[in-house]
């Protein structure tokens, strides 16, 4: 006989410090405060409510990088999720800072396959069991080393490298507690919604996953994924919207009896006010406020970055910055680390931070005409066009690229106007973290380009760069389209 419970599930992913309500047609729309709001009228309506995040609550925020996550714990810790899983950003202020930052919330945060090498000790609490209504939810955080770079610096931590790796956690995790009598099984991943497919299609059934909320792609869809009997969601990134599930779980027979799932858009409209958690908001805005309030630079007109699998005014002004200020043939700038679709005209200095926020240094290598035309293919392979989540850059002045996706194949490769010399060494500038991971960014094995000369530091700070010159460089202005040209 079924034993029918009533759940609902609301869930958040890649919220990138997004705290402040935005206007839109004089309409507020999302922001903590009117989120909180919703999972607080939520969890006094369906007392059988859980909330939780996959992760990514770091970055992208002035109020986030001014005080390395505290802020955003403190915030995260009013809006009281019951779970949370980490995403790769968590990783961007440090892994000891990461650790320090744990004790400082008051949520569980859940990860099962990020481990101490040499002794195989979880880092953080590989699962969490929730107990609500008389039900048992099993919670497995997963997060694998393709979406980790940040770690690969630290000898001493790993990560299971596969999906196949974190499918048999996954399976030992739900081995152990089959006999605690669980009635409902989720994964919390940060790996993006392509990769979380292969996961679901990995997992063995009997292992009784029911759901996976993911995170990292920034996926927003308007019905779930079913692979292998698994839901698969994602809630696209910010506190624009949450995911809703409302599930009936059959607690005899340890299954979903029914389910419907939305997102709910979070606005004004439909959310009551969090006045408290506004409180604390106002707190950290007021300081970053005073702090990032000068001009720094006023471009010609508004400069756009709307996608980063392509040529951007923005990216390649910021390029061109670069390479201008440390003297290269060649600035690769990534279109990642520009975390915003517009600047300007007028640029503040939380504007440039908020923006730019990946304060790394910048190195010098030198490179061949042909090593440099493989690593331009590899950032253009066929997983950037399908949705797989790849590093891409912004080219500087002088380099210009017209690649066929149908022949694989460029129909022009050249620097000023010359083809590119396969013998002649290039100097190129990156950004460090894309400097230390060579290997991941362009298929290009670092020994290589120890080979053609030392690699040089010649800035510690790739955000200080900018912003001097932009503050001597005003009335900027490029119009994309000229440097790298996709051919279908």
């Known amino acids: 006989m079924k034993k029918l419970k009533k759940l609902v599930l609301l869930h958040s992913n890649d919220m990138h410090g997004d705290f402040l309500a935005e206007k839109v047609d004089e309409k507020l729309v999302g922001g903590v405060s009117l989120l909180s709001g919703y999972v607080n009228r939520v969890r006094q309506e369906e007392p059988n409510t859980l909330y939780c995040i996959a992760g990514d609550m770091f970055r ?8 390395q996550g505290i802020s955003t714990i403190e915030i995260m810790n009013m809006l009281s999720p019951d779970v949370v899983t980490i995403g790769n950003h968590e990783t961007d202020y440090g892994l000891a800072h990461l650790l320090f930052l744990e004790k400082c919330a008051k949520f569980p945060i859940i990860n099962a396959n990020l481990f101490i090498r040499i002794n ?8 969490k069991i929730l107990r609500v209504g008389g039900m048992k939810v099993l919670f497995i955080g997963i997060l694998t080393e393709e979406v980790l770079a940040q770690t690969k610096k630290d000898g001493l931590i790993s990560t299971f490298i596969s999906i196949e790796d974190a499918a048999e956690e996954v399976r030992h995790i739900c081995d152990i507690h089959r006999s605690i009598d669980v009635d409902l099984t989720v994964l919390l991943t940060h790996i993006g919604f392509e990769e979380d497919k292969k996961l679901a299609a990995a997992i063995d059934p009997a292992c009784g996953v029911d759901i ?6 920034h996926t927003l869809l308007t019905e779930p994924e079913k692979i292998n009997d698994i839901l698969i ?3 696209g990134m910010g506190t624009d919207q949450i995911g809703r599930f409302d599930i009936t779980v059959d607690a005899a027979e340890n299954r979903v009896d029914s389910w419907t799932w939305q997102t709910i858009p979070i606005s004004e409209q439909t959310c009551p006010y969090d006045h408290d958690i506004e409180t604390l908001i106002t707190k950290y805005k007021h300081h970053t406020d005073e702090k990032y309030s000068r001009v720094v630079t006023r471009f010609k007109r508004r400069l756009t970055h709307p996608a980063r699998t392509q040529e951007t005014e923005l990216g390649c002004v910021f390029a061109d910055a670069m390479r201008e200020s440390l003297g290269t043939d060649i600035f690769l700038m990534a279109s990642g680390s520009i975390r915003t679709t517009w600047m300007g005209p007028i640029v503040m200095l939380g504007d440039l931070n908020e923006g730019f926020p990946y304060d790394d240094a910048a190195y010098v290598v030198k490179i061949s005409g042909s090593q440099l035309r493989r690593m331009l293919l590899h950032m253009l392979r066929d997983e950037v066009w399908q949705g797989v989540h790849c590093e891409f850059y912004q080219f500087s002045e002088g380099l210009r690229a017209v690649y066929s996706k149908r022949e694989h194949a460029f129909r022009e490769l050249s620097f000023h106007g010359e083809p590119l010399d396969d013998d002649r060494l290039y100097t190129v500038g990156l950004q460090a973290f894309h400097f230390n991971n060579l290997a991941d960014s362009f298929q290009m094995d670092v020994n290589e380009i120890f080979a053609n000369a030392r690699p040089r530091m010649v800035a510690t700070s790739c955000r200080t760069v900018l912003e001097g010159y932009l503050s001597d460089h005003q009335r900027l202005d490029h119009r994309a389209g000229e440097r790298l040209v996709i051919l279908d």
Do not use: K, R
């Open 60 to 67: 992208g925020s002035i109020i986030d990088q001014e005080f």
């Open 120 to 127: 195989h000790t979880h880092l953080f609490q590989p699962y």
């Open 212 to 217: 996976i909320i993911g995170g990292h792609s």
């Open 233 to 235: 969601v994602q809630a």
